[in-house]
């Protein structure tokens, strides 16, 4: 019996926390101070850098060799150039 009381207890306060957390998303300005502090977290920069080598696999060739895909390439970029 002193189980399921505590279980109960703890299920209403995990209710009463779980409708006041909704109740209180649904307030402009809670909503504006969890943007203000989600949005720099978001945003990166990872950018390469100028003088950066960077590799990309392109073209449409599966594992499997078939006749109707073309070769698969590479395209590097290193700095302002380009080469496939």
Do not use: W
């Not at 207890?9 to 926390?17: A, M, N, R, T």
């Not at 300005?29 to 390469?48: C, G, H, K, T, Y």
């Not at 073309?70 to 970029?77: F, Q």
Request: net charge neutral.
């Amino acid at each position: 019996m002193f189980q399921l009381n505590k279980i109960v207890k703890f299920l209403l306060g995990l209710g009463i926390l779980t409708f006041g957390s909704f109740l209180l998303l649904q307030v402009p300005s809670v909503q504006d101070r969890l943007l203000e502090n989600a949005i720099p977290n978001l945003v990166q920069d990872n950018m390469p850098k100028e003088d950066a080598l960077s590799a990309i696999v392109c073209g449409s060739r599966s594992p499997l060799p078939h006749s109707s895909r073309d070769e698969a390439c590479i395209l590097v970029i290193a700095g302002k150039n380009i080469y496939v």
